[in-house]
C-alpha cells in the first residue's frame, strides 16, 4: 500500500483529521459516527442499520482477517465510508477470499486510513456526532467545506424506505407451529440467500416468517392472520418513517402480539404517543451495558442505534400504556419496554441477532 494518497475526515464544527487513502474516491458526506467493535468490521459494513454513516472504528488495526462471503448481513457494505487507524494489507486467514480495501473499492465505499482515530472519537463523544466528510488532498478545501455546509443532516432521514425490500418472502417450513410476520426496515440479509440472523432463530424455534417491505398496510397485515408481529432494526429517523408509525398505531389494539428491536422498537414506541431523541453519539459496539429493571440483572449488550424512546424508571411520557423495562448504564437512555395491558413487547433496542 506504499501508493496511498494524503486524505483526511472533515467534521462539520471544522475540526478535520489528516489520513491516508489506499483508494481512489470522491469526497463523501454523512453522519460520522463510530462503533467499539473490536472484531465484526464485515458485519458492520453491511448493516443497513449503518446506511448512511461515515464509521469510525475504534480498534486499532482492521482487515487483518480480510473478507468473505459468509460474514455479511446484507447484500453490499451500506455504509458511505470508513475510517481506520491502521488498514491491514494482507490478511491472515484461511476463510479471507480477499482484502478489506479491496471489497469496499469494489463497492465504491472509500476508506480513510491512518487517522488518529481514539482523537477522532474522543472529539465525537465530547461534541456528538455529527455530520462530516471524507475527501482525498492534503488538506480540505473550500469546494468541500461548503459541499458539508449544504449536505442533511440525519435528523428528518426516512432511511428504512431505502433500505427495506421490494416484496413479501417466506422463511420456514410451511408446516410451522407458528407464523411471524416481519416488518423489514432494514433487516440484515445475506447475498447467498443464507438466512438473517434474526430470521434464523425464529425458524430455529419452529416459526414461519412473512417479511413484508416497511410500506405494508395494516389490512394486509391482517389478511396474513399472523400469530405474532415483528419490528425489525433499521436506519434513520424513527420520527421521519410516519407511514410506518400510522399503520402501528392501526395494528397497536390488543388483537395482536406485537414485538421488536432497535427502529422497530422506537417507531412502536411513537405510534403509542411517545416521543424520541437523538442520542449525542450514538450506541454503536458490542459493549454496551444495559439493566433489566424488572430483575436488577446486568446484560453487556450489541447494539447500532442513534435514537432512543425517551423516558425513565417513571414511564415514557406522552405513552402512559408504556412501561420502561430497561436502561442503559451508561447514559440512563431507554433500551427496552413493553405495554401495561396488551401483548406488546419485548420491545428493545438491543439487537438479539449478534
Not at 73 to 88: C, K, M, Q
Request: some cysteine.
Amino acid at each position: 500500500m506504499a501508493d496511498r494518497r494524503p486524505a483526511y475526515v472533515l467534521l462539520e464544527d471544522g475540526a478535520w483529521f489528516p489520513g491516508t487513502a489506499p483508494i481512489e474516491f470522491e469526497p463523501t458526506y454523512a453522519e460520522v459516527v463510530f462503533t467499539t467493535n473490536l472484531s465484526g468490521y464485515q458485519e458492520v459494513f453491511t448493516d443497513p442499520s449503518y446506511l448512511g454513516q461515515i464509521v469510525v472504528m475504534t480498534a486499532p488495526m482492521i482487515g487483518n482477517y480480510g473478507v468473505n462471503p459468509d460474514d455479511i448481513e446484507s447484500d453490499r457494505p451500506r455504509v458511505a465510508g470508513v475510517v481506520v487507524r491502521e488498514l491491514s494489507g494482507k490478511p491472515s486467514n484461511w476463510r479471507a477470499t480477499g482484502t478489506l480495501s479491496d471489497w469496499l473499492g469494489a463497492a465504491h465505499v472509500p476508506i480513510v486510513a491512518d487517522v488518529d482515530t481514539r482523537q477522532l472519537t474522543r472529539h465525537i463523544r465530547s461534541k456528538g456526532a455529527m455530520r462530516g466528510a471524507v475527501a482525498a488532498g492534503e488538506e480540505p478545501s473550500d469546494a468541500v467545506r461548503a459541499a458539508l455546509a449544504a449536505s442533511p443532516s440525519m435528523d428528518g432521514l426516512d432511511l428504512a424506505s431505502d433500505a427495506t425490500i421490494g416484496a413479501e418472502y417466506v422463511e420456514g417450513p410451511a408446516d410451522a407451529r407458528r407464523h411471524i410476520v416481519a416488518y423489514d426496515y432494514g433487516m440484515k440479509r445475506n447475498i447467498l440467500g443464507m438466512k438473517r440472523n434474526i430470521l434464523r432463530l425464529f425458524v430455529r424455534n419452529g416459526c414461519r416468517v412473512t417479511v413484508v417491505p416497511a410500506a405494508t398496510s395494516a389490512a394486509r397485515i391482517r389478511e396474513l392472520a399472523p400469530d405474532g408481529l415483528f419490528l425489525s432494526n433499521g436506519p434513520g429517523d424513527p420520527a421521519a418513517v410516519e407511514y410506518a408509525i400510522a399503520t402501528l398505531r392501526e395494528l397497536a389494539d390488543g388483537s395482536l402480539p406485537i414485538f421488536g428491536i432497535c427502529l422497530g422498537h422506537q417507531l412502536l414506541g411513537l405510534a403509542l404517543g411517545g416521543d424520541t431523541v437523538k442520542l449525542p453519539y450514538g450506541h454503536r459496539g458490542g459493549n454496551h451495558p444495559v439493566r433489566d429493571l424488572a430483575t436488577g440483572q446486568v446484560l453487556i449488550t450489541s447494539q447500532n442505534h442513534g435514537f432512543a424512546v425517551r423516558g425513565d424508571t417513571g414511564g415514557v411520557p406522552g405513552a402512559t400504556a408504556l412501561e420502561v423495562t430497561h436502561l442503559n448504564l451508561n447514559d440512563h437512555t431507554v433500551e427496552g419496554v413493553r405495554h401495561r395491558e396488551y401483548p406488546i413487547g419485548p420491545l428493545r433496542t438491543i439487537s438479539p441477532s449478534s
